[in-house]
């Protein structure tokens, strides 16, 4: 029986790479408005200039959800309490420099904005933008953002609807 014949290094390189998925985390900036809305932090990529929330990889010796507050930090200029676990997951296409592309799975962690900073450490590399949440949905490519960000001002919006509901203790 004949031997099988072995892949190329290139061949299994492809395979390799195909097969893995990266994972990075992420800060989805928010601030209640007035009304009761949510409004959502967006910023542009470096390179595709498209609105995305900050986002990184993983620090080594930091938990995710402090990863994602220090990117958002350094993205945005933003600080404020972070979710402890993900407000939810999103996918999308990372491209690489040989004009390739690797799926990467993103932890979104909820930062409600206490603070914006005057400066920051990629201040004039992105623009930021305060918007709706509707319109965040919109302005963002990954329609699993969208429908988090949707799912996040419905979550707020209840929850600015049951403190109005309790009654005064005095």
Known sequence: MPKPK?????????????AKVLQQVAALPVRPTPDGDLEVLLVTSRETR????????PMKGRKPHRAAAIEACEEAGVIGPIS????????????????????????????????????????????????????????????????????????????QLRAQDEPDPL
């Open 6 to 18: 072995k892949a190329s290094p290139k061949l299994k390189a492809k395979k390799a790479r195909s």
């Open 84 to 159: 402890k676990t993900p407000v939810g997951f999103y996918t999308y296409a990372k491209r690489l420099p040989d004009g390739g592309a690797l799926p990467c799975r993103v932890a979104v962690y909820c930062l409600t904005v206490t603070k914006q900073l005057a400066t920051w450490p990629e201040k004039g590399q992105r623009d930021v933008q305060w918007v709706s949440s509707e319109a965040a949905a919109v302005l963002v490519d990954e329609p699993e953002l969208a429908d988090l960000i949707r799912e996040q001002a419905r979550v707020a919006v209840a929850a």
């Open 50 to 57: 498209r609105w995305i929330v900050p986002k990184g990889w």
